[in-house]
């Protein structure tokens, strides 16, 4: 059997691209990599999320509760953040990328790691001229603590509901704040310089990060 | 007739999916055959309303789908099988159908009788509680098949329904087009032309946006007879001949 | 085409005629069985635990302030809202997700119906978990025996405003079906929520009152107990939320393919309708003013509310002198009579000394800063009023035994005084600071009680460097009457109390 006559451009005449050399293969496949979990739309929405810390951060707002209070419209806007990166973790191929090489769990390492840099930078920028609880260290160690239960919720929940989890911290958060916690596991309470609390919200990272590289997303079985 | 379509066009853009397309149909089983990127998928969705045309008229079951309330009446009594079955994997088979079944505004009290004879009209009686996920292709494929029946429509689009069918389901589902031709207008989107000659009575091959052949399966064998066309059966070699027939005159 | 003889034609069913109740219920039913809300259920349960119920623990047995925290300042809307409003987003954004637009498009049904009914179904979970931990939250709040009435209406706004989050979110998804959409939805719902608790919080008028979680004045200290929970604010922020809701859902009906002409005149109308609500409430709000009871709308309401519960008091004595509580507080009535026996004891006999004390209605007064209210003496024969609701309880927030019975003390000689509403003239201050010592508490560590949170404003001293030294000519003053021989004391109370309490004495004029 063949085609000829059928096809109306004859075989072996498409044209070929180029080669490109493996750095440029490696970017090209992160990029590829990035554009199926939306990575674009993510980095869009972390920006506007800069904006909106800058406005809070500027606006005068009448706020009872003291300090505490104080820190939670801020806390809010980073752990949001970190929810847009952990549902940026799961992709549409299900089992058909599982099938494939190696290069599968760096690519999820790197981008986790990435779009967490990207929250952070996103949210310095927005914090700048304002008065940030904590400065730029304590908005580091927020957004790797929360963002790192995000990625473990991504594992344990699947994707869609990734953003559950840095919901749900933000919910235990305010209530301990209530109570003056002591504990280094409610790190958004800790002065910025807290070792305590910088491991914790380090080995929380630390954990979701390996997870979600290893063993990914949980696959959405159920809508 | 039940399906009046004159000079139907559809653009994407600066693209023409639909170019003109000119079509009656009655009762029956008609087939649309064509390479890809012909516009069958765009004709079909056209005439399932889903998609609205760019210029022509359409005239479907008697009425004109341009107004809502026609456009209702039309899809009462309408059957459609999209080319990608889009479905929700947590639904058993009898959901999904039953779903659709209630969204095509049929009587409530008929369709718990209609949704278990669809079924068992496609082969899935004992998958009826089985959750969609947990499907083979083609047995998604015929859940998607069962809700386009379930409500005994009157003209039943089908966007390449037999993929991923074993050659045992294709032969069922042959008949089932028969027997849904007796009183309803079937169309039939393929490019399996073997599926055409089996079931169809009529047969349209698309190029290009435009109707390049309409007649009958024996029509379309006898073009291939001494054209040299390629194929490995005569429905298949008059199907590349009419092609290059089509493309030779728009090259000239 | 001919159709080939010999082969038998199915009858076709009739039209669905008037028979849309049925279809929207099959629909419905298909949708609650495959919803995606009961996924987040569980951490839902959990976190109402975390923080609706167990912070209530540490308050006194009675709803008013079991409830304050959950209900008043909406801990339970909060622990809800977001996640639903999350969960509800993903469940509209689902047709396009799946790419089952196409298919949805081409049947008979308006997709606002399917839509509609695949909301529906989400509300119905959201909902139906609400009220279930809610109502568990009540029966384990009777089974550790606490007193009033549960605030049944504030239980019916969480309700409303579920229903709102999910109808928020549903719209979000259905206009975005991106993956972005939930979490968008989650925690833009849970920044309103903050916000909408930090608005207005100083405030008792005005738009503010509408916000769900808007905690002014809600109820006052004894809803429940002596007089009903008052509707008012309830009702509105019902309609509030509710027309909300209607603008949200109706919104998805304009968009174009949900349906034919009238079905989107009707969604532009339902959506008109629930905007109009919600603005009506808003004014509603404006209108709202803090009474004796709660706050009140005067369009909304109804003055068969004003009334009081009746109820039989529990009593004990102090000093000989029966101390009548209302039978929510009963587990406090040894601790109030306790505190209130050694003053009782030491104006025992003199003119204006009460013959029995009695709780009286409390009001909140947040220009207090939540602080206590005044004791009141007054009938023939006089009787002391205590404000229970409104004074510090044992074990509740803090307040030692120690503190609440130096409270009650103080208020108890400062209404004896004739200070009434106010700090009193320099001669009450003095003779009030001479009976405390007289009942045990040293002039040295008056300033601390007098400073301590509890007291109404014009009854504290201090500041914010802490109590003043007892100094000065009041302290003075009160040094030399309490160094007096009782007997003495008392005789000369006996024959200036009235001028004291007029007023008409100066520190002069004390022995």
Known sequence: MTAAGIHSTPRGTAPAEAAY??????????WLHAVSRRVPAALGLLAALGVLLWVALHYHWNI???????????????????????????GPFGELEHATGRW?????????????????????????????PGGSVALLRNIAGITGLGLLAAVVLGGMLAWAGPLAYLLVTEVALAGSPTTPWVWPARPPHDLGGALCAAGVFAAGAVLIAVRGPRESRHD | MNVELTELTRKFGRTRAVAGVTLEAGPGVFGLLGPNGAGKTSLLRMMATVLPPTSGTMRLLGRDPGAYGPRREIRRRLGYLPQTLGYYPGFTVAEFVEYFALLKDMPPRQVPRAVAAAIEEVGLGDRARAKLRTLSGGMLRRAGIAQAIVNEPELLLLDEPTAGLDPEQRVAFRALLRDFGQRATVMVSTHLVEDVGAACAEVALMDGGRIVFHGTPAELIARGEGSGAAGDAPLERGYSAALAAARSVAAA | MTATTGTAVRPRPPRATGAAPMTAARLLRIEL???????ILPLIAALFWFDSYRPSTATPPLYVLRTFWNMGQGHTIVDFGPFVAGVAAWMGSRDRRRDVGDLVAATARPRWAGQLATWAATAVWAVAAYLILVGALFAVYARQGVQGQPPWWWAAVGATAVIAFSAAGFAVGAWWPSRFAAPVAAFGAFLALMLSSQTGFSSFSGWALILPTNSNGNFQPDSGMLYPWLPDLPIARILFLGGLAAAALSLLGLLPGAGGPRLRQAAAVVTLAGVAAAGTSVVLARTARLGPHGIFIPALHDAANDGSIS?????????????CLNPAYQSYLAGVTAALAP?????AGLPGAPVRATQVGAAYDPREGGAGQAMTITGSPPVLGMPVGALGLAGAFGWTSGEAAGQYRLLFVHAFTGAGHGPGTAAQRAVQAALLQDIGVPIATQPQLLSSVGLPSWARTGGPHGPPPATGPVYAAARRFAALPRAIQHAWLAAHLGALRSGHLTLGQLP
Not at chain 1, 21 to 30: I, K, S, T
Not at chain 1, 115 to 131: C, D, I, K, V
């Open chain 1, 21 to 30: 050399p493996p750095a440029v293969a490696a970017l090209r496949l992160a």
């Open chain 1, 64 to 90: 009872a509760g003291g300090p505490a209070a104080r820190m939670f419209i801020p806390l809010t806007i980073e752990a949001a953040a970190a929810a847009v990166v952990a549902v940026g973790m799961y």
């Open chain 1, 104 to 132: 599968l769990p760096w690519l999820r390492l790197t981008a986790a790691v990435a779009l967490t840099a990207a929250a952070f930078g996103a949210l310095a920028a927005g914090a700048t001229g304002g008065n940030l």
């Open chain 3, 33 to 39: 069985r495959r919803n995606a809300m009961p996924l």
């Open chain 3, 311 to 323: 109820y039989t008091p529990v009593c004990g004595h102090a000093a000989g002198i029966p101390v």
């Open chain 3, 343 to 347: 003053v009782a004891e030491e104006v």
